[in-house]
């Protein structure tokens, strides 16, 4: 008898593949007998590593080797090539739908997942907003398992055992956490403006922080040379604060960093995610997006999430990739950085 053998296919940003993880988790653990092989982008492989002994994970390089219907074929050959038993399209774009359509035409079983757009688009629409909580990306995930045989229940804490990462790995300038320190995260960039939190209040946020809690270390996170520059100079202006763009090399040693956080501040971001599957609490500042719209951080507290509640324009996109229609950016705008501090100081003991 041939061994089952699932395709999961997933070539979108950072934030979708991490949100893949306790999915894939919860898959292998509870079906062990089942070969797993995750297609996503190069950068995902830190994700799926060490998940179980049963999932591989095949890095695909979509812009380099596998470009236009030509590139596609060649890369449906090399994943037919794998003797898979059955198709599970995690995406369900233009490129993943042609690659179903061909494991159709060969007779193996294919599901792919249903993205409520309908469902989001009411909530985000300006008039009349229908404003009810969207299955989250980690139920739609499940759906898709479940169409193909394969229903779970979701069982997942961290890709590193208990007490996390190994902090001896990283650069000696991290060093050792001792069981009275605090470190804090701060992620304060994301994919499009809407979603960052205003960059003067944000190191207003730091500059509380680092008065109220002296002995607290804060690492600041965010990769791009404006970035870098950002968190460069509040680096320089608070003795407290680390850029872990300078010290750190990856994402691997990030996420090892990561694991070992109080919490984590960020934005509806992939470092949200991230943070996700270490196990870290995450306080997320939500602005233009909603976690009503499914992105919501695995295991993250509605409690830990900051934003304003009044506001009948939130959320305005599913993505924040729509520029404020009202012109006052409001619905960050008005979150004061005390808030944000209190919410912090809230879940550490």
């Known amino acids: 008898m041939k061994t089952p053998h699932i395709l999961i296919i997933r070539f979108s940003a950072m934030g979708d593949v991490a949100m893949m993880v306790p999915i894939v988790f919860s898959l292998a653990k509870q079906y062990p007998d089942v070969r797993i092989s995750v297609v996503s982008r190069p950068f995902a492989r830190s994700f799926f590593q060490r998940i179980a002994p049963n999932v591989s994970f095949m890095a695909v390089d979509l812009k ?11 890369l449906y050959r090399r994943l037919l090539a794998k003797r898979p038993t059955a198709v599970a399209d995690f995406h369900n774009v233009l490129r993943t739908r042609y690659l179903r359509f061909r494991f159709l035409l060969g007779g193996y079983s294919v599901a792919h997942i249903n993205k409520h757009k309908r469902g989001k688009k009411l909530l985000c629409r300006r008039e009349n907003k ?11 995930y499940a759906d898709v398992l479940a169409k193909l045989g394969y ?3 979701p069982s997942f ?3 590193f055992p208990e007490g996390g990462g190994d902090l001896k790995s990283l650069p000696n300038i991290i060093g050792e956490k001792l069981s009275t320190d605090c470190w804090i ?4 960039f994301a994919a499009h403006a809407d979603k960052m939190y205003p960059r003067e209040k944000m190191e207003k946020v730091i500059n509380k922080i680092t008065l109220s809690h002296p002995t607290w270390r804060i690492f600041l996170f965010g990769g791009g040379k404006d970035e870098v520059d950002v968190l460069n100079s509040w680096a320089g202006k608070y003795p407290q604060c680390v850029c872990v763009a300078n010290v750190l090399h990856g994402l691997e040693e990030e996420l090892i960093l990561m694991s070992h956080l109080d919490t984590m501040v960020s934005m509806d971001s992939a470092n949200m ?3 996700s599957l270490v196990g870290t609490r995450v306080v997320s500042i939500w602005g233009a997006t909603h976690p009503y719209c499914g992105f919501m951080g695995w295991n993250q507290q509605e409690d830990d ?5 009044t506001l009948s324009c939130r959320p305005c996109s599913v993505f924040g990739n729509k520029p404020c229609y009202r012109g006052d950016f409001a619905c960050m705008n ?9 919410r912090v100081e809230a879940g550490i003991s």
């Open 130 to 140: 229908v404003f009810r909580q969207q299955p989250t990306s980690f139920q739609n």
């Open 151 to 153: 229903p779970i229940k």
């Open 64 to 74: 380099k080797d596998y470009k236009g219907i030509r590139g596609l074929s060649a």
């Open 334 to 342: 008005n979150i004061l950085p005390e808030e944000i501090v209190q």
């Open 185 to 188: 995260g701060i992620a304060p």
């Open 305 to 309: 999430a900051v934003q304003i509640t």
């Open 273 to 275: 995610h991230l943070a």
């Open 157 to 159: 804490t961290s890709i």
